[in-house]
């Protein structure tokens, strides 16, 4: 093995070791993959005659229907139909992929070997091979071989199932010719120098196979031998990470974004729109020659579909919400608790199980929730570079399933944040550092210049120049206050319900502040009388004299509202 590849390695462990679910790996007492251990040494101790297994295989290929279908078929005859379960069982768990596992829905697992593709009769077929041959791998698919070597006896087989990629680690790491027969020693004789201990020798193997899939270890053996060359990753360390740039030009939209600005200045309505640029590779610019009526309609369908989510956060927004955690629910009129995957959990298996779809993930008002509540130790996997299959990819233990969990570089979020709201403070700067942020101003352009006699672009305008001055552009006001204002009267209840209520929030109803921004015309004087007040000896009773104003009575008229920008 080469030097730098030796530093490569040593510098992957380095950072694995530090991480929670590795330092289980190497402490725990059980092989990883026991329940699919238990159930090939079911499969082994199996017996029934040469003649049985040719009828069983024969009555399958001449069985018209999928899986299920034969599996009723057979449901009377007790041995048929315990090899056939003893078959399909082991192939859920042999691969992620497997399209049986449906009919096993109760218990298909949740940790596999891989994502194989194994089609089922040719999986079915060798395993019935095996058997007939008296429990001998030569002559069965390449595959199968090594899935069937590594369940006999994992702490001496490791789990790379596929030839061109065995043969690429062995030129690569190895520095040797590809011998099937020797890879596996060949491969623990390079790793005996880093000094991996675990505490069940059947975990080590499970250990070197994690490790080799690290994205800076997996480009010795997942790429070709050219790209290693022309992308020059290992000769610089990884001190660029190529591949995660690469990633990031395959797309119009960063993965993470949030999109901020005052209050009315279209954050949800834009993030609509880039979750629809995303999933169907659109800039802004295309999806503006669209009617937004039609933009609406694919949404929903999306939504439906499951390709887009939208949650809000709130303040009582937990990780129990938001990633996995233990719920109650009704049945047979009693209370039971189960484990439920949350909004981000599904999204984020949804786009590990559709690697060429994207999926979206719009979270509204992201700054209103507790970030280290809700994301807790996952804030890390949003990482570009933390990103399965690339070149820093990790994966944590979740709380309370206890999986392994990572993110694919398909699943984008989209935040939106009011930067008026005073929860702003409160957004972690972990988030902050993971977050592309795009700000969002008021487009005063979009406004009427005559609704009766009154400049809407111009009223805008003013209103905010004069709220910079005493705020700051934070607390702007957006254009939604008045898209859609079709009169006069409709303008009046927009001020009334809310363009004066909120300037009372950010003023703390201060309302010679309010009368600096909209004018005389809206506010006026307050003159108390003094006898309303209880007799006192108090040397400040002149303060009685100091001028307190209010908003005045609806409807006001017109030319007030002219008058915020005509003197300006």
Request: proline letters at 3%; aromatic letters at 12%; one cysteine or more.
């Amino acid at each position: 093995m080469q030097l730098k590849y030796k530093r490569l390695i040593k510098n992957t462990l380095d950072r694995l070791r530090k991480q929670p679910n590795f330092i289980a790996l190497a402490e725990s007492s059980q092989f990883l993959f026991k329940e699919a251990q238990q159930i090939f040494k079911e499969f082994q101790a199996f017996e029934a005659t040469n003649e049985f297994y040719t009828h069983f295989l024969k009555e399958y290929q001449s069985h018209k229907g999928g899986f299920a279908s034969f599996l009723e078929h057979v449901k009377s005859h007790q041995k048929t139909y315990q090899l056939a379960t003893l078959i399909a069982r082991l192939g859920i768990y042999v691969d992620e992929k497997a399209l049986h596992k449906k009919v096993f829905s109760t218990d298909a697992p949740k940790r596999t070997l891989g994502t194989f593709k194994l089609w089922f009769p040719h999986w079915l077929s060798n395993c019935i091979q095996y058997k007939q041959e008296g429990e001998k791998v030569e002559g069965l698919l390449p595959i199968v071989q090594r899935i069937l070597l590594y369940l006999d006896d994992p702490s001496q087989h490791v789990l790379f199932l596929k030839e061109e990629e065995q043969a690429r680690l062995s030129r690569n790491l190895l520095d040797q010719a590809y011998d099937v027969e020797k890879f596996d020693k060949q491969l623990f004789s390079s790793f005996e120098a880093f000094d991996i201990k675990v505490q069940l020798a059947d975990n080590y193997t499970c250990y070197l196979y994690f490790l080799l899939n690290q994205a800076d270890l997996k480009i010795l053996w997942d790429y070709t031998e050219e790209d290693i060359y022309q992308q020059e990753v290992l000769a610089k360390h990884l001190s660029e990470d190529i591949i995660a740039y690469n990633a990031m030009q395959k797309t119009k939209y960063p993965l993470n974004q949030i999109l901020y600005g005052p209050p009315g200045t279209g954050k949800t309505y834009t993030s609509i729109r880039y979750a629809i640029g995303i999933v169907e590779d659109k800039n802004l610019a295309e999806l503006g020659q669209e009617a937004q009526i039609l933009l609406q309609r694919r949404f929903d369908q999306y939504i439906k579909d499951q390709q887009i989510a939208f949650v809000t956060f709130h303040q009582s927004m937990s990780y129990e919400d938001f990633v996995e955690g233990i719920k109650p629910k009704v049945e047979n009129e009693q209370v039971v608790y189960e484990l439920q995957a949350g909004i981000f959990k599904q999204m984020a298996e949804r786009a590990a199980q559709n690697p060429s779809k994207r999926y979206v993930l719009i979270i509204d008002e992201i700054n209103r929730g507790n970030i280290a509540t809700i994301f807790g130790e996952l804030i890390t996997l949003l990482e570009l570079d933390k990103r399965r299959d690339q070149s820093q990819a990790i994966a944590l233990q979740l709380t309370y399933s206890k999986e392994l969990f990572s993110l694919t570089s398909n699943l984008y979020l989209i935040g939106t944040m009011n930067s008026a709201d005073r929860n702003t403070e409160r957004l972690d700067m972990a988030l902050r550092r993971r977050f592309h942020f795009e700000e969002l101003a008021p487009q005063a352009a979009l406004l009427s210049e005559d609704l009766e006699g009154i400049n809407l672009q111009k009223t805008l305008k003013c209103i905010n120049q004069r709220i910079q001055i005493l705020l700051d552009k934070e607390h702007y006001l957006g254009q939604a206050y008045f898209m859609n204002i079709g009169t006069f009267a409709e303008l009046q209840e927009v001020f009334r319900l809310q363009i004066i209520p909120l300037l009372e929030e950010y003023f703390w109803g201060d309302y010679s502040k309010i009368g600096l921004i909209l004018g005389e015309g809206f506010i006026e004087q307050v003159h108390w009388n003094a006898r309303l007040f209880a007799k006192f000896p108090d040397e400040n009773f002149s303060m009685l004299n100091k001028a307190c104003y209010q908003i005045k009575a609806f409807p006001i008229p017109k030319e007030a509202y002219i008058n915020i920008y005509h003197n300006n």
